[in-house]
């Protein structure tokens, strides 16, 4: 079991240019979340999905979007990337959304924003 | 505002005892988490806390006191693979996840 996978694993991106960050679990898990860790900074909600067919915005929504057509892939898009946005990427997962589950972290995506 | 306090970096030698403390203010909560998280990984679960006391895991151990808005975790025996930041995280009345900066714990021989 794989658990949640994400792609690429590092990235270096002229400003200005679309970006997808693909992100998949094989867990059957209904709630997804895409977080950004910036050195000094805690980990920082970007958008989160409680089930296939919803996305809400977190913390630090602007800049990106997500969308969420199944139960196993929840890919984020920074539609016109900028150098603020050069952070690591973590995607997770959990059972159930509005709840105590534990959530499960992806090994991240290194994004730089030149 | 909500927010997660904990020390930036803290020093121990292998095979002692560390305590690695967290302070929070949250609208709302719901539980306490405990994330470990080695450079360049990604974070991995640790302990949940919703009750006041101490939760003992092998050697980790986590403390909440809820009145105090305070846990701690507490790691015995240290060994070199437990070098790695250890991550704070408050769970508010909407159930989303309030994370601290994390802590950097450094082991010496």
């Known amino acids: 079991i794989a658990g949640i996978t994400q792609a690429p694993t590092s990235q270096i991106l002229a400003a200005g240019r679309r970006m997808t960050l693909r992100c998949t679990q094989d867990?059957?898990?209904?709630?997804m979340y895409w977080y950004r860790q910036d050195l000094g900074l805690g980990l920082r909600l970007i958008h989160y999905s409680n089930t296939a067919g919803t996305t809400g915005k977190g913390e630090v929504p602007d800049g990106y979007s997500v969308s969420r057509a199944n139960t196993d892939d929840f890919p984020l898009t920074l539609a016109s990337a900028v150098p603020s946005q050069t952070s690591v990427y973590f995607c997770?997962?959990?059972?159930?959304?509005?709840?105590?589950?534990?959530?499960?972290f992806g090994p991240g995506t290194r994004l730089t924003v030149l | 505002g909500q927010n997660i306090d904990q020390p930036t970096e803290m020093t121990a030698t292998e095979g002692a005892i560390v305590q690695i403390n967290c302070t929070y203010q949250?609208?709302?909560?719901?539980?306490l988490f405990w994330y470990q998280q080695h450079a360049g990984e990604a974070p991995t679960f640790l302990s949940y806390?919703?009750l006041d006391g101490l939760e003992e895991k092998g050697r980790f151990s986590s403390f909440l006191s809820r009145s105090k808005g305070y846990s701690y975790l507490l790691l015995k025996e240290l060994q070199m693979k437990d070098s790695a930041s250890y991550l704070c995280a408050a769970l508010d009345s909407n159930y989303q996840l309030i994370w601290g900066a994390g802590t950097k714990l450094i082991i010496k021989p």
């Open positions: 867990m059957r898990h209904n709630a």
């Open positions: 806390n919703v």
């Open positions: 997770a997962s959990s059972d159930s959304p509005s709840s105590t589950d534990t959530q499960y």
């Open positions: 949250t609208s709302g909560f719901n539980g």
